[in-house]
């Protein structure tokens, strides 16, 4: 089975564009959460998502970052425009069950670079 | 404070050592307690389901103590591919996973 699907694996671009992060969760989950891991603060939720209704988005750093999920096999991730502090791995993850679940299946991240 | 404290190590361990990860959270009305496993550069994934009883998988052994607000793993009789670094992670009781930032362990031949 496939697992989480996310792309672009590496995205490196230049300070003030704007920059799409995709997902694809595991067919039959219904919670989707983003997350973004740094060496300094470690791995934050960002927000998350059940049934596709965005449930908590109170670790969106700012107004330039926004996530949608049109539907139960898409969401993604958008900074406009982007900043050098940006620059970390972005992972999606997805669960099912009751309140999420218990078990987050990761997918492999993106690696975003912005100079 | 954050609501997950791990010491960030790194533990250097040789091979077939006996080796321990401590970590505390702050709120007491936590539900869940989990170790995930993140290899490096790769994606966190679920090593073990901690309950309030205690639990073994193989090697590692992982306890909760709930008055003390504080989550163990112990890896015995290490092996080189358990290099790697351990994330407690802790759920209330809504949707999200608070993650610790992680404790490193290198074992070394």
């Known amino acids: 089975d496939a697992g989480v699907i996310q792309s672009p694996r590496h995205e490196v671009t230049e300070m003030g564009q704007e920059v799409t992060l995709r997902c694809k969760p595991i067919?039959?989950?219904?919670?989707l959460f983003w997350y973004r891991q740094t060496m300094m603060r470690g791995l934050e939720l960002l927000i998350y998502f059940n049934n596709n209704v965005p449930i908590d988005d109170s670790g969106m750093p700012e107004d330039r970052f926004s996530a949608k999920m049109p539907n139960a096999s898409f969401s993604t991730l958008k900074i406009q425009p982007s900043e050098p502090r940006d620059s970390a791995v972005y992972f999606c993850?997805?669960?099912?069950?009751?309140?999420?679940?218990?078990?987050?299946?990761f997918g492999p991240g993106t690696r975003l670079t912005v100079l | 404070r954050k609501e997950v404290e791990q010491d960030p190590g790194p533990f250097n361990v040789p091979e077939g050592a006996t080796v321990a990860f401590n970590c505390t959270y702050s709120n007491s009305a936590s539900q869940s307690f989990f170790w995930y496993r993140q290899d490096c550069r790769k994606e966190p994934k679920l090593l073990m389901s901690?309950?309030?009883s205690g639990n073994e998988d193989g090697r590692f052994t992982a306890q909760l103590n709930r008055a003390s607000q504080y989550i163990s793993l112990l890896i015995r009789d290490s092996k080189l591919s358990d290099s790697a670094t351990y994330l407690c992670v802790v759920k209330g009781s809504g949707y999200a996973l608070n993650f610790g930032k992680g404790t490193s362990l290198l074992v070394t031949p």
């Open positions: 067919s039959g989950h219904n919670s």
């Open positions: 901690v309950y309030s």
């Open positions: 993850a997805s669960s099912h069950g009751g309140f999420g679940g218990n078990e987050q299946f």
